[in-house]
């Protein structure tokens, strides 16, 4: 069964930190990314990794905050959200796909439920 498992949400005030994680399970993916969504927004892409770990692509509101990571090949892929800001406050959703694009927004295909995160000012 294919199955993309996030974890690490919650409540912070805002400057304060989190860590997400994605856990990947009964597939291989080639690009992975975050993406969040807020009440009564459109979904925004926020990161993607490639599969290796080796390249990223950061979405301009998560430059020099946000670090996505992963430590090998077989490790969950990671969002590390830094001086978190109240419209930071989202439901952060972690998706796959099977090509090495990680600098596109476009075309994933596996996606989680979703972990909520809230940052209070």
């Known amino acids: 069964q294919v199955q993309l498992l996030e974890s690490g949400g919650g409540l912070v005030q805002a400057g304060g930190s989190l860590r997400l994680s994605c856990a990947a399970s009964?597939?291989?993916?080639?690009?992975l990314g975050w993406f969040r969504q807020a009440p009564g927004k459109e979904r925004e892409f926020v990161a993607a990794?490639?599969?290796?770990?080796?390249?990223?692509n950061y979405a301009d509101s998560a430059k020099g905050r946000f670090t996505i990571s992963r430590d090998n090949a077989k490790s969950p892929v990671y969002l590390q959200m830094n001086s978190l800001k109240p419209e930071d406050t989202a439901v952060y959703y972690c998706?796959?796909?099977?090509?090495?694009?990680?600098?596109?927004?476009?075309?994933?295909?596996?996606w989680g439920q979703g972990t909520q995160v809230t940052v209070s000012s």
């Open positions: 998706a796959a796909k099977n090509t090495l694009d990680y600098y596109s927004t476009h075309g994933y295909i596996y």
């Open positions: 990794i490639v599969w290796s770990g080796e390249s990223t």
């Open positions: 009964g597939l291989t993916f080639s690009s």
